[in-house]
């Protein structure tokens, strides 16, 4: 292990010397560059372009290129990147992630590959969390590359079809990450290609490259249709969950006296005691409530506890005007039109007494893991990536290269402070937060859940001290209260991670006063969203300072704090509720716990792609296929008849196993009536004297002969493929839109598998590739009955 981190650290230093000796070239030409008028210098774009077709490689022309933006940028921008910045634009244009602090101007740094890259005209993706950053971004940026020569496209959730063709049309395209996803999914689930929005998946740029690819990589994209499913269900099971008693975890009770359900916090699952099953048996009227015809109601009982239970209001969702709305744990922002699947957002309507929505039906879904793993090249930026380089290298195949800052870091990281209870750690941040308001040092408090934003905002009205919140309840003010955080006597209370991508800048006086302090008032499971609240003090060499405040009875410490914390602490404290810990040995403790939550946090993120490439492999298969049929230009006669002879083949086969006696002619004659001609031409055929193979192409000339009909009753080729395209598209589209719900329901139960010594992983690629080949193969015969058997019309239109 050992010699493997040496390696790496190798690694590290040998890119960094390769990149600097790039950057020193990229600076030797400042002074001619300089020199250039306006003219000569936006002149050197259509050069560049030629080079690149005369057989030039970009890296080619990689130092004149950076050059020619970092002038441009000092003329359009008054801004000019250091060589730092010129060294994490190297490691960007090479597939890498340039990891740097906060403060050393990533936006800039990103301009040289995104021009670079964008010479070649194959479109370069500028990846952002939200859309203000890339409004932003677009805006003040596009004016530098618009100057260049080059045009920019912004892509927002509110554009038409054809806004969004527009903006993916321009060289250098501003995104959200999900944006991006859902339009490659309804690109796919076009029916004339004119309707795509999308081109090729080039490069991209992601800013918060950690937030997009680690932190949502679990978060499937789905588009979804309307299931029919009543709100009755919901309500009957919410109305008995409530009814039920916690089990008190006493080892000494009766299983009468332990409660109806029990959670095991760790993993934060749910489940019936005995006790509790008998109580919803006599409720429900049941005999046994694991009976098969029972499942659709144990299934909402399951989602009726978990909404009651563990899904907390305020912390994992608020409920705005009426409406269930998640909040995302790592940013603490609401996440617009996002809903938990499966029926849990339902069950926790009904648990809220809202208006519980319809259920959705899955017509397409996608991963941010295996989207942004189509690119042919991706690059990222961030101010933390280190802690998850291991994953960011197996999943992604980017390595994490550590920029070093412009100029040296001046904050004071102190060792954390721990608290015996709740009480005792507030009271100790309203009292810091008090001392450092009177001098008028700005603060910046970091929070891990909306309640206690809101408990902390509570103890400041009590003292006077004005104060701004930004949590999920008003993310929409959030750059605007994020940048004055750096202001004079400014008090900003902020769940972990908000206002990424937001510079927080010292007001005049603050750097004499220690520049901003940054509390954080729990620990968040992942050391990179604390590096990253950290990481807002101390910009460009800034003076900051930097403490987290703990106590015992934090979720964290509740979860993974070790035995050997809390008998530390009892023994020193004497029941003393103001007694405090200031020591590294904490710090390294809660950094131990936090390593283990990680860890299991990427064997999970690890576990769901492998599942999700099982339906990688089967997407690319089926969008791959539905893009052949809406390309093709001349005739599908060709798939068509295949996609028949298939399904006669296979039929025959079904029909004439064994010998002769047990073959059933008469299910043959039924399925050539129902799906390939008329009754009266499926009667002049002697099928029972003939052999298997004289059979099948007995009905192959049949098949090829109501397809020449067919063509024949259509006045023009173009009809005849429009017709074509319509059957095999909406066969196609129906049927994969079941699989995928299979698919899942496939998914949630194999974990089962497990108990029998079975691998779930390894079952669930067996039994997902059977489930593919019979939806292909009633896919094929689908679209036989429906193209043999369907009235054919002049002016079809898919």
């Known amino acids: 292990m050992a010699n493997f981190l040496r390696k790496l650290v190798d690694n590290d230093k040998h890119e960094l010397k390769r990149f600097e000796a790039i950057a020193d070239r990229v600076e030797a030409l400042a002074e001619e560059y300089s020199a250039m008028s306006d ?12 080079r690149l077709k005369n057989g030039e490689t970009l890296d080619d022309i990689l130092v004149e290129a950076f050059a020619t933006v970092r002038e441009g940028a000092k003329r359009v921008l008054g801004l000019y990147p250091f060589k730092v910045q010129i060294i994490g634009g190297i490691s960007l244009h090479e597939g890498n992630i340039s990891e740097m602090m906060t403060g050393e101007g990533k936006t800039l ?4 590959p995104v021009y670079l890259n964008a010479l070649e005209g194959q479109g370069v993706h500028v990846v952002t969390v939200n859309e203000y950053l890339s409004t932003r971004d677009a805006t003040e940026m596009g004016q530098l590359y618009n100057w260049l020569g080059l045009s920019v496209g912004l892509n927002l959730n509110s554009k038409s079809p054809d806004e969004k063709r527009e903006a ?19 690109d796919n689930m076009v029916v004339y290609k004119d309707q795509m929005v999308q081109r090729p998946l080039n490069y991209a740029v992601i800013d918060e490259v950690d937030s997009i690819l680690i932190d949502e990589a679990r978060t499937p994209l789905i588009i979804s249709g309307q299931a029919f499913q009543g709100s009755g269900d919901y309500l009957r099971a919410d109305r008995f969950v409530k009814s039920l008693v916690a089990d008190t975890t006493d080892p000494k009770a009766t299983d009468e ?54 899904m907390l209001n305020d912390i994992d969702y608020v409920v705005q005007d009426g409406e269930v709305m998640i909040v995302d744990s790592f940013t603490g922002r609401v996440m617009e039109g996002r809903r938990y699947s499966d029926g849990l957002h339902q069950a926790i309507e009904a648990k809220e007494g809202v208006k519980i929505q319809e259920e959705n039906k899955t017509q397409a879904t996608i991963t941010y893991q295996n989207y942004f793993r189509m690119y042919k090249k ?7 990536a280190k802690t998850e380089e291991e994953e960011f290298r197996e999943i992604y195949n980017m390595q994490v290269i550590t920029i070093p800052t412009n100029r040296p870091l001046a904050r004071v990281d102190q060792p954390d402070l721990l608290y015996p209870t709740l009480d005792s750690k507030f009271a100790a941040v309203v009292k810091e937060i008090k001392a450092r308001h009177d001098v008028g040092q700005p603060m910046l408090i970091g929070t891990v859940a909306i309640e206690s934003s809101e408990r902390l905002s509570h103890l400041l009205d009590q003292e006077g001290i004005p104060h701004a919140v930004l949590n999920a309840k008003n993310h929409f003010k959030e750059a605007e209260i994020v940048m004055n955080a750096g202001q004079r006597g400014a008090v900003t209370i902020a769940t972990n991670m908000a206002g990424r991508g937001t510079d927080i800048k010292l007001g005049p006086g603050v750097k004499e006063l220690g520049g901003l302090a940054v509390i954080g008032t729990e620990r968040h499971e992942s050391r990179r969203i604390d590096n990253q609240l950290r990481g807002r003090s101390g910009r460009q060499g800034d003076p900051g300072e930097t403490r987290f405040y703990l106590s015992l009875e934090d979720d964290l410490m509740k979860r993974f704090g070790s035995e050997k914390v809390k008998s530390f602490l009892d023994r020193i404290s004497n029941n003393d509720d103001d007694k405090v810990i200031e ?49 093709e230009q001349e005739s599908l006669k060709d798939v068509l008849l295949g996609m028949v002879n298939r399904t006669i083949s296979h039929q025959v086969d079904l029909y004439t196993q064994g010998n002769k006696d047990t073959w059933n002619i008469d299910a043959l004659y039924d399925f050539v009536i129902s799906s390939i001609t008329s009754e009266e031409k499926a009667k002049q055929l002697d099928l029972g004297s003939m052999t298997p193979e004289e059979m099948k192409e007995a009905l192959n ?98």
């Open 39 to 50: 003219e000569e210098l936006q002149g050197n774009t259509p050069k560049f372009k030629e």
């Open 109 to 112: 740094t990103a301009t040289m």
């Open 168 to 186: 993916y049309q321009a060289d250098i395209t501003y995104s959200t990450n999900s944006e991006l996803g859902f339009d490659y999914l309804r």
């Open 257 to 310: 006296e332990n409660g109806d359900y029990k959670i095991d916090w760790p993993t934060k699952t749910i489940s019936l005691t005995n006790q509790g099953i008998k109580k919803a048996e006599k409720n429900f009227g049941l005999n046994n409530l694991y009976d098969i015809e029972n499942a659709s109601l144990v299934h909402h009982i399951d989602q009726a506890l978990r909404a009651n239970y563990i």
């Open 378 to 384: 991706l690059s990222g930026m961030t101010g933390t």
């Open 583 to 631: 020591s590294r040995l904490i710090t390294r403790q809660v950094e131990g716990a936090q390593k283990r939550v990680e860890g299991n946090n990427y064997d999970t993120r690890k576990q769901t792609l492998q599942y999700d490439d099982v339906m990688r492999t089967q997407r690319e298969i089926i969008y791959g296929e539905r893009m052949h049929v809406i390309d």
């Open 701 to 798: 000339k049949l098949a090829s002969e109501n397809y020449n009909e067919k063509q024949d009753m259509l006045s023009d080729a173009s009809q005849m493929l429009e017709f074509e395209k319509v059957v095999i598209l909406r066969v196609v589209d129906e049927r994969w839109t079941d699989h995928i719900d299979a698919m899942d329901q496939l998914r949630q139960s194999i974990g089962l598998r497990g108990y029998g010594q079975l691998n779930p992983l390894v079952e669930y690629q067996e039994a997902g590739y059977q489930m593919f080949e019979e939806m292909v193969a009633n896919i094929e015969f689908d679209a036989t009955r429906l193209f043999m058997k369907a009235q054919i019309r002049q002016n079809i239109r898919r």
